[in-house]
């Protein structure tokens, strides 16, 4: 699977930025995509994640209520609309594809990830 992001950038805290990612090579859409952000010295933090055939989505607490994660109709590109956006919630933000069990927010990590974007908030 490969996963392709783009839509980071800086914007000031308050702001808005829209995440997109598609993934290619596969036979068939991942059963769980999602997004994961690190930022320097801090450990991977999943931020949410989406089951492609039944749209059921999970965020981390830090970003619930701010953050949507989205799918197309084909369930091979991911969105992740970040509103009111704070200094903390800067880092590169990589996409991640994984199985039924999507691992995800476990320490485990996603089976596929993609090579990030970086998002900066001032």
């Known amino acids: 699977v490969q996963l392709v992001e783009s839509g980071g950038g800086s914007v000031q805290a308050g702001g808005s930025l829209r995440l997109t990612c598609t993934a290619s090579?596969?036979?068939?859409?991942?059963?769980?995509m999602g997004w994961f952000r690190q930022a320097p010295g801090k450990e991977r933090e999943g931020v949410a994640r989406?089951?492609?055939?039944?749209?059921?989505?999970y965020y981390a607490d830090s970003v619930k209520g701010r953050f949507t994660i989205s799918q197309n109709s084909a369930r091979n590109t991911v969105y992740l609309q970040m509103n009111s956006l704070q200094p903390e919630d800067s880092a590169v933000y990589h996409c991640?594809?994984?199985?039924?069990?999507?691992?995800?927010?476990?320490?485990?990590?996603?089976?596929?990830g993609g090579q990030g974007t970086q998002v900066t908030v001032s």
């Open positions: 989406i089951y492609t055939r039944g749209g059921s989505t």
């Open positions: 090579e596969v036979t068939a859409s991942p059963d769980c």
């Open positions: 991640a594809a994984d199985g039924g069990s999507c691992h995800l927010f476990t320490s485990q990590g996603p089976r596929f």
